[in-house]
């Protein structure tokens, strides 16, 4: 049983900068590859990045390219997200996932999932 927690979300104002963490515990045994995910009201959760156990390999969904960074450390099984240059439309719940995906946009190909934090962006 691997579980993930999410930090760090809150309320910032456009322009602004965030650091979100989520750290996995429990039975970790695998080198699992890990991602990020949202969900604004009314809207289909959404790939946002991800990254590989040895962080050999990033993904990113298009509108968060230069804007997003994703990063590990495996030795503090912990996942970040930096977000700089937040815009209104990146408020939504924030939610880290591990698995084994061969496909990293698509959800349903992540096993392990934390219960999301919020972020919300004022203009």
């Known amino acids: 049983q691997v579980q993930l927690v999410e930090s760090g979300g809150g309320l910032v104002q456009a322009g602004g900068s965030l650091r979100l963490s989520c750290a996995a515990s429990g039975r970790i045994f695998s080198r699992y590859d890990m991602g990020w995910f949202r969900q604004a009201p009314g809207k289909e959760r959404e790939f946002v990045t991800a990254i590989t156990w040895a962080s050999t390999s990033t993904h990113y969904a298009d509108f968060v390219k230069g804007r997003f960074t994703i990063s590990r450390d495996n030795a503090k099984n912990t996942m970040y997200l930096q977000m700089n240059s937040l815009k209104p439309e990146d408020t939504a719940v924030y939610y880290c996932?591990?698995?084994?995906?061969?496909?990293?946009?698509?959800?349903?190909?992540?096993?392990?999932w934390g219960q999301g934090t919020q972020v919300t962006v004022s203009s």
């Open positions: 996932a591990a698995g084994y995906p061969n496909k990293y946009d698509v959800s349903a190909q992540y096993v392990y």
